[in-house]
């Protein structure tokens, strides 16, 4: 039987419904079949779309309205996966980032019924959506720090030349400039001139970071320039530079993420040379390390209800829209669904999510 349970970060943990919702469990008893076959990358909607028609031009007319069919099918897909509250309105994100790719989110399409209705052409199609794509796209949009209160950032690299300590900042800089691109405030305190030295920062108790950093995130990490070749270049010096990452919330000095990478870079002198190695190693480490900041804050931003055994993606559409519509429930998305369970994210005005169990029954 169908079964839905909730957890959460800041929201707590609460003990798996007695029950799930009626209608999904209405919809399992209905369904037959091995659930295993609908784990699939897409989701097969019924929709149906319209074009005016203008003159007896009934071939522009029934082309607009597959147009619109698939954009509708798309839409469909991603009103389950996109918060509301979050995005400015659905149909924005389909306006600005879906909507002019429409046809590359559409496997396959079958037309079930076409023809006139007054001054419309209507067309109704059976499609299948890239859900994968889609829910990757709208992950990627929905990972703002805005949306996680625009937390503060702080940095600490440490940077060496061979054995001795280098005072350019280069990686902190490249760093901050790829956080600040991301749209992360940095901190007005900077770590050097309250803690010694960063194995001081990172032996402070839980919550002095946060108190006296005024950041909610701090970066760490160390990056040395080394000397490669100079070697059959035409004059050119090669260097190279490691750089070792960690990222740190501050009020509870959790590592959230890590990384670790290395670079080369070429020039003329050896001071340019190796700058270019170590901005080109804080470029590749940073690469990927807004996201996974992000990832985690969301991640633990919000409670999460697990609904499993999920019979068809409709019935997942519809516990979505109740969802929504219950008291407390600030809005929900999907966060994950393999065709047979999802993970539904859920952001509560108040209370936590222990309290709307029950309604889940």
């Known amino acids: ?22 209608f999904l469990v209405a919809a399992l008893l209905l369904a037959a079949g091995d659930l295993s076959a609908a784990k699939k990358e897409f989701e097969t909607v019924e929709v149906e779309g319209r074009g005016a028609i203008y003159g007896d031009d009934l071939g ?6 597959l147009a619109d069919a698939k954009k509708v099918a798309v839409e469909q897909v991603v009103g389950v996966y ?4 979050v995005l400015v309105s659905k149909a924005t994100v389909m306006d600005d980032q879906i909507g002019t790719h429409t046809e590359g989110y559409i496997e396959q399409y079958d037309v079930l019924k076409e023809g006139r209705e007054d001054a419309f052409y209507m067309v109704k199609i059976r499609a299948r959506v890239k859900r994968d794509d889609l829910a990757k796209k709208i992950a990627e949009m929905n ?3 805005k949306k996680y209160g625009n937390p503060r950032i702080a940095f600490w690299v ?8 280098r005072t350019t900042r280069v990686a902190e800089r490249e760093l901050m400039g790829i956080f600040i691109s991301s749209g992360f405030v940095v901190s007005d305190v900077k770590p050097r001139e309250v803690f010694s030295t960063e194995q001081a920062l990172l032996a402070a108790p839980t919550g002095v970071l946060e108190e006296r950093l005024k950041a909610d995130i701090i970066v760490v990490g160390e990056a040395s320039s080394e000397f490669n070749s ?5 004059g050119l010096i090669s260097y190279r530079a490691p750089i070792s990452i960690k990222v740190v919330k501050t009020g ?15 020039d003329i002198t050896r001071e340019s040379a190796a700058r270019k190695a170590l901005e080109n190693a804080a470029r590749a480490v940073g690469k990927n390390l807004p996201y996974k900041v992000l990832s985690y804050l969301r991640d633990h931003a919000y409670g999460r209800v697990e609904v499993r055994e999920v019979p068809n993606f409709d019935q997942l559409h519809q516990f ?3 969802l929504r519509t219950m008291p407390n429930v600030r809005d929900c998305w999907v966060r994950e669904f393999d065709g047979a369970d999802a993970q539904v994210d859920v952001d509560l005005s108040r209370g936590t999510l222990s309290e709307i169990a029950p309604n889940l029954e």
């Not at 440490?158 to 300590?165: I, L, N, P, R």
């Open 1 to 22: 039987m169908t079964r839905s349970r909730t957890t959460g970060g800041r929201l707590g943990r609460a003990a798996p419904t007695r029950a799930a919702t009626t």
């Open 60 to 65: 522009k007319a029934r082309e607009q309205a």
């Open 82 to 85: 996109v918060a509301g509250s």
């Open 143 to 145: 990972l703002n720090p």
């Open 158 to 165: 440490d940077e060496t030349a061979g054995h001795e300590a």
């Open 230 to 234: 100079d070697q059959a270049m035409g």
């Open 252 to 266: 509870t000095n959790e590592v959230i993420a890590t990384a670790n990478s290395a670079a080369g870079g070429v």
């Open 320 to 322: 979505v829209r109740v």
